[in-house]
């Protein structure tokens, strides 16, 4: 069921928002557009590329579409990030991360007088998660908790600005060990002419530091350390001395990746089938901060959707997220000017949003995109999903077994000769190395259908030897060949219909059934364009006519992909060992009685194997190790017809 042509037809050209609903009423995706008519019409009309519409599966799942007009696109963004957050649509990119990493706060300054608070004279820098519109200056973000409060400790030691909170600092009578220890000038206590000038220097400072203007302020810290010096206020001349040393003592430890300090957020994308990390690195005055990762699961959108999801919802997290100068993409995104314009209001300042392709940005990019393959690889590491992908790959193959048990084969050689073939066993979507196994091709040379026939043939006969002599013993006495070649749920065949044609006739051959009751089987064809990368590989069925197209970034499709994969790295290993030793033989291996010490001697002696020949009986015989009756068989050998 879709669309009717009639109700496409009759929605609004103007911008706005557009949701799609299933059969049951509930919303599968949210979309924005400059004109909602033209693009609503390109799900259903064979005009939008991106493969979960072009297959057709987010147009057969909808059956009814609401609109909603608004005023310009950027408006239509706004709104678009704000439906998603609350519908969370099956087929839009959700984020799974919603905490907020931490930010330092500044407030402002004010001058002493009768209705000032003590607190907005002597403000503080404090940790918070919230940004709120109140004037304060507000620094970040931290990834980490531990982070942040290292800053605030390296400030509060090194710049004299009070720690404890104002309800303490209205109410606290006399100083406190900060005061004690000269971290703090003592504002709490009325018997102190605390200089509201000076501590207002000392606030001028921090933020200098925290917006990495390092230099800037260690010229000031110098130029005030000598003014006190002349002075003759010694003391205060060597804590200025002091902060310097810390200043420069962090700027040799930070991380500048960037020598134009611009604020730039960095977006990075790593995925594995429908499984996708997106990182995002805060880079404040060429200075890397951290980053922030966010899982996507079930995700078959492209790499520029997902991107662009992530970054309208991102930004959406917290008013007043703190945003940089620069929102910096690995690809180009649709929408990024009305992108730059949203964030632009949110922000109060410009801000741009680019896909470089060159120079220091892209990068910059390259170290986000590694930072989130990074982070992908951690993630499914500690939480293995290979099983994950077994339904599906059932349900999408109408396998009769669930798959928890699936061999591949390979074949290789070179130009026909050297045939061997490879097995690679998955257990739950898994690679299971113990159960690899090689074979040697003995009945063909340069026919990969009937290689594959015999591979099969041997595999299973000898599954079935296995599984026979296993039955003769008692169930407490098995010795775990039986398991070890026992029958696998699903065999994968790296190949066309000629490869699977054959792997079926071997299993009716040995008496095993295909399907329900037997083996599932199927095989595995590559791309036909391996330049443009737009044809899917093709997986073809027993007894079906037409090959299966996956679908691209899904997890079944990533398990057969690496199943494949493997068992041609495994095949071609075999293939490249057994060549090299070929080439390394010799025609003295196949003679009775020459092994490998006796063959070394005679080589030394003679040569080589046309020196060996050359000699006469009594030469050869005189060579350590070998007789007169293995001379006489290794002359004969070589003499021979079959030898020359």
Same mark, same amino acid.
């Given at each position: 069921?879709?669309?009717?042509?009639?109700?496409?037809?009759?929605?609004?050209?103007?911008?706005?928002?557009?949701?799609?609903?299933?059969?049951?009423?509930?919303?599968?995706?949210?979309?924005?557009?400059?004109?909602?008519?033209?693009?609503?019409?390109?799900?259903?009309?064979?005009?939008?590329?991106?493969?979960?519409?072009?297959?057709?599966?987010?147009?057969?799942?909808?059956?009814?579409?609401?609109?909603?007009?608004?005023?310009?696109?950027?408006?239509?963004?706004?709104?678009?990030?704000?439906?998603?957050?609350?519908?969370?649509?099956?087929?839009?990119?959700?984020?799974?991360?919603?905490?907020?990493?931490?930010?330092?706060?500044?407030?402002?300054?004010?001058?002493?007088?009768?209705?000032?608070?003590?607190?907005?004279?002597?403000?503080?820098?404090?940790?918070?998660?919230?940004?709120?519109?109140?004037?304060?200056?507000?620094?970040?973000?931290?990834?980490? %908790?531990?982070?942040?409060?290292?800053?605030?400790?390296?400030?509060?030691?090194?710049?004299?600005?009070?720690?404890?909170?104002?309800?303490?600092?209205?109410?606290?009578?006399?100083?406190?060990? #900060?005061?004690?220890?000269?971290?703090?000038?003592?504002?709490?206590?009325?018997?102190?002419?605390?200089?509201?000038?000076?501590?207002?220097?000392?606030?001028?400072?921090?933020?200098?530091?925290?917006?990495?203007?390092?230099?800037?302020?260690?010229?000031?810290?110098?130029?005030?350390?000598?003014?006190?010096?002349?002075?003759?206020?010694?003391?205060?001349?060597? %804590?200025?001395?002091?902060?310097?040393?810390?200043?420069?003592?962090?700027?040799?430890?930070?991380?500048?990746?960037?020598?134009?300090?611009?604020?730039?957020?960095?977006?990075?994308?790593?995925? #594995?089938?429908?499984?996708?990390?997106?990182?995002?690195?805060?880079?404040?005055?060429?200075?890397?901060?951290?980053?922030?990762?966010?899982?996507?699961?079930?995700?078959?959108?492209?790499?520029?959707?997902?991107?662009?999801?992530?970054?309208?919802?991102?930004?959406?997290?917290?008013?007043?997220?703190?945003?940089?100068?620069?929102?910096?993409?690995?690809?180009?995104?649709?929408?990024?000017?009305?992108?730059?314009?949203?964030?632009?209001?949110?922000?109060?300042?410009?801000?741009?949003?680019? %896909?470089?392709?060159?120079?220091?940005?892209?990068?910059?990019?390259?170290?986000?995109? #590694?930072?989130?393959?990074?982070?992908?690889?951690?993630?499914?590491?500690?939480?293995?999903?290979?099983?994950?992908?077994?339904?599906?790959?059932?349900?999408?193959?109408?396998?009769?077994?669930?798959?928890?048990?699936?061999?591949?084969?390979?074949?290789?050689?070179?130009?026909?000769?050297?045939?061997?073939?490879?097995?690679?066993?998955?257990?739950?979507?898994?690679?299971?190395?113990?159960?690899?196994?090689?074979?040697?091709?003995?009945?063909?040379?340069?026919?990969?259908?009937?290689?594959?026939?015999?591979?099969?043939?041997?595999?299973?006969?000898?599954?079935?030897?296995?599984?026979?002599?296993?039955?003769?013993?008692?169930?407490?006495?098995?010795?775990?060949?039986?398991?070890?070649?026992?029958?696998?749920?699903?065999?994968?065949?790296?190949?066309?219909?000629?490869?699977?044609?054959? %792997?079926?006739?071997?299993?009716?051959?040995?008496?095993?059934?295909?399907?329900?009751?037997?083996?599932?089987?199927?095989?595995?064809?590559?791309?036909?364009?391996?330049?443009?990368?737009?044809?899917?590989?093709?997986?073809?069925?027993?007894?079906?006519?037409?090959?299966?197209?996956?679908?691209?970034?899904?997890?079944?499709?990533?398990?057969?992909?690496?199943?494949?994969?493997?068992?041609?790295?495994?095949?071609?290993?075999?293939?490249?060992?057994?060549?090299?030793?070929?080439?390394?033989?010799?025609?003295?291996?196949?003679?009775?009685?020459?092994?490998?010490?006796?063959?070394?001697?005679?080589?030394?002696?003679?040569?080589?194997?046309?020196?060996?020949?050359?000699?006469?009986?009594?030469?050869?015989?005189?060579?350590?190790?070998?007789?007169?009756?293995?001379?006489?068989?290794?002359?004969?050998?070589?003499?021979?017809?079959?030898?020359?």
């Amino acid at each position: 069921m879709t669309i009717a042509d009639n109700i496409l037809d009759a929605l609004p050209a103007e911008p706005g928002v557009y949701l799609f609903r299933d059969a049951d009423g509930v919303v599968i995706y949210v979309g924005k557009a400059k004109s909602l008519r033209v693009r609503v019409r390109q799900y259903f009309r064979g005009q939008d590329e991106r493969y979960v519409v072009a297959a057709g599966y987010l147009p057969r799942a909808a059956v009814n579409v609401e609109t909603i007009v608004v005023a310009d696109e950027k408006a239509a963004l706004l709104l678009e990030n704000s439906l998603i957050k609350q519908h969370r649509p099956r087929f839009n990119v959700k984020l799974r991360d919603d905490k907020q990493y931490l930010v330092l706060r500044v407030a402002p300054t004010a001058k002493p007088s009768a209705s000032t608070s003590l607190a907005a004279v002597f403000p503080r820098v404090e940790v918070g998660r919230h940004i709120r519109n109140d004037g304060a200056r507000y620094f970040g973000p931290y990834h980490s %908790a531990s982070s942040a409060r290292h800053t605030l400790k390296l400030l509060n030691r090194h710049f004299q600005l009070r720690t404890c909170s104002d309800n303490v600092l209205q109410t606290r009578g006399r100083t406190c060990l #900060q005061y004690q220890i000269k971290r703090c000038p003592g504002p709490c206590a009325s018997s102190l002419a605390v200089d509201a000038a000076a501590y207002a220097e000392q606030v001028d400072d921090v933020v200098m530091f925290l917006q990495g203007r390092d230099q800037d302020l260690v010229t000031r810290l110098r130029a005030r350390m000598a003014q006190n010096a002349e002075n003759e206020q010694f003391e205060q001349a060597a %804590a200025l001395r002091d902060s310097i040393a810390a200043v420069e003592r962090t700027l040799a430890k930070q991380h500048v990746v960037q020598d134009d300090f611009v604020d730039q957020d960095v977006w990075g994308i790593a995925r #594995q089938a429908d499984h996708a990390e997106v990182v995002v690195m805060f880079i404040r005055h060429g200075k890397l901060l951290g980053q922030r990762a966010f899982a996507q699961k079930n995700q078959e959108l492209p790499d520029a959707e997902v991107i662009r999801g992530c970054i309208g919802q991102y930004y959406q997290l917290d008013e007043g997220m703190l945003v940089p100068s620069e929102v910096i993409t690995p690809e180009p995104l649709e929408d990024a000017e009305a992108l730059g314009e949203w964030l632009t209001a949110s922000a109060g300042h410009k801000v741009r949003v680019l %896909a470089p392709q060159r120079g220091q940005k892209v990068r910059l990019i390259e170290m986000a995109t #590694q930072n989130a393959a990074a982070q992908l690889t951690s993630r499914q590491q500690r939480m293995p999903e290979g099983a994950d992908a077994l339904p599906k790959l059932q349900e999408r193959l109408r396998l009769a077994n669930v798959p928890e048990r699936i061999e591949c084969y390979d074949i290789a050689h070179t130009q026909g000769t050297g045939t061997v073939a490879s097995m690679v066993t998955f257990i739950d979507g898994l690679p299971e190395k113990s159960l690899y196994r090689k074979f040697t091709i003995k009945s063909v040379t340069n026919n990969d259908f009937e290689a594959m026939r015999e591979v099969i043939s041997r595999r299973l006969a000898r599954a079935q030897e296995a599984e026979g002599k296993d039955e003769d013993k008692a169930d407490g006495d098995r010795n775990g060949k039986a398991d070890a070649w026992r029958l696998p749920d699903l065999i994968v065949v790296d190949g066309g219909k000629g490869q699977l044609g054959m %792997a079926v006739a071997a299993m009716q051959e040995l008496g095993i059934a295909v399907g329900a009751g037997g083996i599932d089987i199927v095989s595995l064809a590559k791309e036909r364009d391996l330049q443009s990368g737009n044809a899917p590989d093709r997986v073809y069925l027993h007894a079906a006519k037409d090959a299966i197209e996956l679908r691209r970034n899904t997890a079944e499709l990533y398990l057969l992909a690496r199943l494949r994969d493997e068992a041609h790295r495994f095949a071609n290993a075999f293939h490249r060992q057994t060549r090299s030793k070929a080439m390394l033989g010799s025609e003295l291996d196949g003679i009775p009685g020459v092994g490998p010490a006796r063959r070394k001697a005679l080589l030394v002696r003679f040569g080589s194997v046309r020196g060996v020949a050359a000699a006469s009986e009594a030469d050869i015989a005189a060579t350590a190790g070998i007789g007169p009756a293995l001379a006489h068989t290794i002359a004969t050998a070589l003499a021979s017809p079959e030898k020359n």
